[in-house]
């Protein structure tokens, strides 16, 4: 079963937009997410985190926001850059146990 | 610089030859993983270990061995590659696992493995 999942596949956005990346997960027992970037050719690298106790981080140009209620997370690119164009994962983990990635979303950005 | 190195970055083989996909670290890190990367499946978990002499299996065990006889090191070895093995493959360590729930995994470059 899928604990974290991104339901889509792929998002375009023009240049200057948001984005708005989401992920959906099923277990309550969650308590740290995180978000990595993912470029051709390339391993993913970590962007920005997020703990079950907060609703929002902000780091620059990007922020997470996590919704218990509906367990849900979102990552927000403002403004977003062609160089933003990559893979994005969202991943979480319980208090102790390993990360779980979810399917992972292709971002095109367009000048 | 710290980084985590795997190699071959690239390789093709055929079915059964035994292959090892090989991973450092020089961050000194205690946890180092095993992931695969397949369309619409994301990164899934292979193997796993803690520390040195430590390992354990992920999601997705099967037909991969691993060993970690020293901190830095810890190598992918399929025994009898089978075209079901054709992924990406990354390696990744961090600090630790457990106590310290922020901790980000640091991931090398990938391997694309093709078996015929």
């Known amino acids: 079963d899928q604990q974290v999942k991104q339901n889509s596949p792929s998002l375009s956005v023009q240049e200057g937009r948001i984005s708005i990346l989401n992920c959906d997960y099923t277990?309550?027992?969650?308590?740290?997410f995180l978000w990595y970037k993912k470029y051709p050719a390339e391993g993913p690298t970590f962007l920005i985190s997020?703990?079950?106790?907060?609703d929002k981080n902000e780091d620059g140009r990007f922020t997470v926001f996590l919704n218990k209620s509906a367990k849900h997370l979102s990552l927000h690119i403002v403004p977003s850059q062609p160089g933003d164009s990559a893979v994005y994962f969202c991943a979480a983990r319980p208090r102790g146990g390993k990360l779980i990635f979810g399917q992972g979303t292709e971002l095109s950005v367009k000048p | 610089e710290a980084q985590v190195t795997q190699n071959p970055r690239y390789l093709i083989t055929v079915t059964g030859k035994k292959l090892t996909v090989t991973c450092s670290q020089n961050m000194n890190h205690e946890y180092m993983s095993w992931y695969r990367q397949d369309p619409g499946l994301g990164l899934r978990q292979i193997y796993y270990s803690m520390n040195v002499e430590v390992t354990d299996k992920g999601d997705v065990p099967e037909g991969y061995k691993v060993s970690r006889k020293e901190k830095r090191n810890f190598p992918l070895i399929l025994e009898s590659p089978s075209p079901n093995q054709t992924s990406l493959y990354f390696c990744?360590?961090?600090?630790?696992?457990?106590?310290?729930?922020?901790?980000?995994?640091?991931f090398g470059p990938g391997t694309r493995l093709t078996v015929l």
């Open positions: 990744a360590s961090s600090p630790e696992r457990t106590s310290l729930s922020h901790n980000e995994q640091f």
């Open positions: 277990n309550s027992m969650f308590d740290y």
């Open positions: 997020i703990s079950s106790i907060k």
